[in-house]
């Protein structure tokens, strides 16, 4: 934990840490994936490369937002990509966007939040990402 704050505060690039992390996340236990999320999420900043935290994302959506996994994980991952993303808005492409994005017609309510959220943000940040059905009225296409 000490060491992701540090990255995270002082922008250091200590690329070794994100492999790492990396092992840790098959763990399917409430509270300790809470925290190695919250670690993750805390060590990413801008001069981090984006090729760094794709492994991450991609082991996140395989094992947390799956049809397989309870709800509560899907939305813990949902929310936790979300988080990242805000950090680096880059790392992921369109086809794990519009996967993210289908979880919006989910039967339970808190992960079609999540996905709704995960939606209206690149609705703010990268429209052009977004599928078409996503993007929007009022969203302004970027030139």
Known sequence: RL???LIGRHNLMILQFY???LR???SHDKEKIGE???MI???CHDLVPPEDIKPIIEKIINNYVTDYCSAQHITIGLNATREILTRMP???DAA???YMCDFKQNKNKSVRAAAKSL???FRDVCPQLLPKKYVGRFTEPAT
């Open 3 to 5: 060491v992701s704050r």
């Open 24 to 26: 840790y996340l098959n």
């Open 119 to 121: 939606v209206n943000f």
């Open 19 to 21: 492999p790492f992390v």
């Open 36 to 38: 190695i999320f919250a």
């Open 41 to 43: 999420i805390e060590s």
């Open 90 to 92: 880059l790392a992921l």
């Open 96 to 98: 794990q966007i519009e």
